[in-house]
């Protein structure tokens, strides 16, 4: 069912294209001006949440890196038009120095989610799924954000023991929590 999903998802989504002040203002009820926020280097047709970042110039931003197939993401500082940036095996953008530092908040990627138990589905590979375990189990107070659009929200995902859940999600028109 999950994989029916991605392709439905993948298809819907790629012809959204967002209000990045309608995004910015959502996010803006959840982090505080000047927290660290990780965010994504978004991928061909998923929401670009690189528009949002003149809304966001008061935060430290931050990209992920990816390790190892089993391991958590790590994170490092993002400075747009400054930080060198390579593309790792999935051909995602991440920046070549590693300074790494435990985000405030943190926004996720999905292709769809449901509002009521803020489950996601993402591409499948479960880097964000590890890395929320992990932040968790190690007490860190890192939230973890969706980002995603109104036409993306589905009733009962069906989850696994794996699948985290997401302490906020924000779409174009709310905040679910």
């Not at 392709?7 to 209000?19: A, C, E, H, S």
């Not at 747009?80 to 999935?90: A, G, H, R």
């Amino acid at each position: 069912m999950k994989n029916e999903l991605r392709i439905l998802f993948k298809q819907i989504r790629k012809d959204i294209k967002i209000q990045p002040e309608l995004y910015a203002q959502q996010l803006k009820q959840i982090i505080q001006p000047e927290s660290s926020i990780s965010i994504y280097y978004p991928l061909v047709n998923e929401l670009n949440i690189l528009s949002i970042l003149p809304y966001l110039s008061k935060n430290k931003i931050l990209l992920p890196i990816m390790q190892k197939q089993t391991e958590p993401l790590l994170f490092s500082v993002y400075i747009q038009n400054k930080t060198e940036l390579q593309l790792n095996k999935f051909k995602i953008l991440e920046p070549v120095d590693k300074n790494y530092e435990i985000p405030q908040f943190c926004i996720v990627p999905l292709l769809c989610f449901d509002p009521q138990n803020k489950h996601r589905i993402g591409y499948g590979g479960g880097y964000y799924d590890r890395t929320i375990e992990d932040y968790r189990s190690k007490n860190y107070n890192t939230k973890f954000i969706g980002f995603g659009h109104e036409l993306l929200k589905v009733n009962n995902i069906p989850y696994t023991d794996n699948d985290q859940q997401l302490d906020f999600i924000i779409t174009d028109q709310q905040i679910y929590c």
